[in-house]
């Protein structure tokens, strides 16, 4: 068993074992509804933040979706520092983005921050996201670990990469290695981004692990403008996908509208993406329109 | 209602409100089972960092108590960074913590992580723990909060005093004010010590809220011999109390020995905390030996 | 000779030799013009930040002499962050220096951050001090270190303890043991204090080397009201010495008004820490109304 | 003149003024003895990262000429943490790079650290660094500015885009805007990589100012292996140049061997960097193999 040696002897708790990339040495491809990550195709999951409206959502996906994106992301339950921001809308988000899955096909992959409400969860959803602030929460990765479903686990605002592996190790010790791993700006003294996007984490982390690692620029730099060439570098640096937010009108978002691209500018995004996967020997979905 | 006026306009976003200093300028005095804290006496929180066995916390609890402890805190539930890490007793361990506070009549805090277990915790504990792990898991602090129980707070590892405080105006917000909030150090560049103490956060926090705040210096340092003279830091800058890690048999420890004293270092730290306690205004309960 | 075995081989790179604590166990006692730093009184060394007028420095070093204050700190030659903030009365503020010490009879520490200085400001001051700004400039230090002079050398902005030895070790290789180390807050995430007061360091550092270490909690907290329990805290922790911002109108100070006391709550707060520092065994010097 | 306005009223303190883009928004473009800094071309500038003998610097400038790179860097002065460190073959160094630029036609750079070296230096080479530990030696900087040699400034390691501009800003008040900036890495708890290479500094510093900005992806990580996918991300970010440590035989360097490639590896990152180059629209200077 996991992390047991035959004898019965505990196994060293100072190195993860089943993320380990001697464990895989070919690396996991993680399939989310027919989308694959981990493969040669480098993924777009694309979002709003939080899921405000059934009209909002679906002119989003739609508008994605077109420009290449694969997956949807979409916060039914929205972790907020304070307890008088939006806090998403709940059991009501989870239903929109279950119509907005039948409406485009795409998968989605929304957040769960409760043990209590993993199951309800993944019966809307195709991919359970931990965020951040949940990435140290062991009960947690326990449980989306028994649900078997594809996990993006992001990275802990100020999670060593030991640590944010050690995560990963309680999803696959339930048994589930269905598991992205997502980059997304750790917290430093630099304050004039929102975090620091760590993109040295990508080909460390690929050495170490047979995860797929994706990268999110939003969260990383909390500005819009820095988030197609910041997405260029990490294409070129190797990682497996981008998460990248999108609203139609982030002026009024609810949630991080400093950090999302309009539509029309995430298409010029992936269009000049393309050539930089071309150069490091990927490619990215081909456009629907 | 919190965060809302009464004309039904959503209150700010960006300010804590009812953790704020100005909604009870005289501050708060949290009661646990008859110990204070926030009150004139700087109180004396101590532990095992896990329960390992019956004799151990029996042993450590009433050498503690003897020097003069007002509460026994222990780690039934333990969050280990890897999965191979002994993970606490569990509910064997709550068990045995009930049964030592019925032998030694000190009131017990201990860690809860799942919202699943509140009420079992709470029915075996008389104060809950949400450690820096869970400090942004916001449903727990949700479900603390209607517990009712008694809240110690723990500062998340690279939470800023703003994240902090929202963290408590969670609990608040469910209508419960006993949360005693717990600096512990925090993540920076250097590695000698096991986190950076962050004692600023002491008069910080306490210009800021009524709420009391504690103490933690064998997180805060991870080491043992550095926990006596940061206590007596603790104590000069402003704290209501500390939490100090006390093990009969540190290079045995389960966990976190090398930031462990021994009961007797523990009771010579305690003399030397008494005068400094008198010479910033605070007195140190009296031993019972 | 330092850093060399006598068989020719170099001495190991990854430790400091000099100012270990195993060099001299007993500690190193530097004095500067009759005031001992080190021993069993806590020295208070005060200072505006910038030396501005003859009024100014005279009027502010009269009262932190009555209240206390051993050595007067005045800076010349300001190292700022902006090009366009005052720098500083430069060499016509070395000369007011050099007045007021021989109006008051304090020894004066005073900022070098030029090799071609070093001599200009030996003639003027009792003791050199090297900022966090040029902690790493090695030149500087081996400068400093032949001039003989007491040296003042402030932690860098994100200097571990290891590269703080280090820097005090290139005083020490020129035969200069005359160093006192000064912990001043570091750079870390938390932005509602100006820095973050290590106190951790102060035990370390004690443990670590010989050399007489103090503390600025003016720059370590950037709050004037943070300043006195801080104060406190450091003595507690064993700290040698205090270097403490003191300007008669912070309002309309050049420099660093935000962390400056004025004299007559700068005076209360030497009150306040005479018992603080008996409670742990040492004095503070008396005042002299 | 620069930080005053017309009628005398002090510019503001809070922000640059020379280096705003604003007051160049077509941006600068750096020549160094006939190459050109911040044009369409990425420059490579490669390095042993110590000059140690004539042999092991002509060896590794021709290669890396060879393979592309334009300038030749090669440290004479070195700063060390520890005294007993190699720091340099000093005077020899500095005659043994020029030496090898007559031998190989490219420009040379080299570090200065102390003022009274400036004129030294400046003889020998065609472009001045100066440090991450001497960023915040504004002395220096100034003597920099005047010698009016081409500028690289390193980012200090804990030193925000505010201060790392206000450096510049200190040469360029000098009459001399013939400065490069260098992103190389800054401190952060994560403890995986030497440095937390900061992508993110790259958009944000091009926004701000009109200087260029290139990318040191060897301190910036510490690991050989991860220089190629970072400077392929530095080029995929639109980095004006790239510094990156070569050496002939890296186990037997006397400085930072664990970062430097060899020379062919070198030569085949500099191949898979040209489609990058191209994919974002610039190009790399060709190999002259």
Redesign the interface.
Known sequence: MA?WTSSGA?????E??LVDRGAKPSGTVVEVRGVQIGGRTVDLDSSPCAVESAEQLLATATAVRDSGAAILRGGAFK???????FQGLKEEGLELLAWVRRETGMPVVTEV?????VEEVSAHADMLQVG???M?????LEEVGRSGMPVLLKR???A????FL?AA??VL?QGNERVVLCERG????????RN?????????LK?RTHLPVIVDPSH??GHW??VP??S???????ADGLLVEVHPDPDNALSDGPQSLKPERFDVMMQ?LR??A???GREISAPRH
Chains 1, 2, 3, 4 share one sequence.
């Open positions: 992390g505990v196994a060293s708790d100072t993860p074992q972790p907020r520092t304070s307890p008088y921001s921050m409760d043990t209590r409400k951040s602030r949940h140290h929460s062991y009960p947690l802990g605002m100020s060593t990469l030991d640590e050690f190790e309680y010790k750790i917290r430093t003294f630099e304050q004039s981004t620091t996007l760590d993109l040295n984490a990508v080909p460390m050495r990383g730099t403008w820095m060439c910041l260029r570098a990490a294409v070129a640096v190797g000049e050539p930089v071309i150069a490091v």
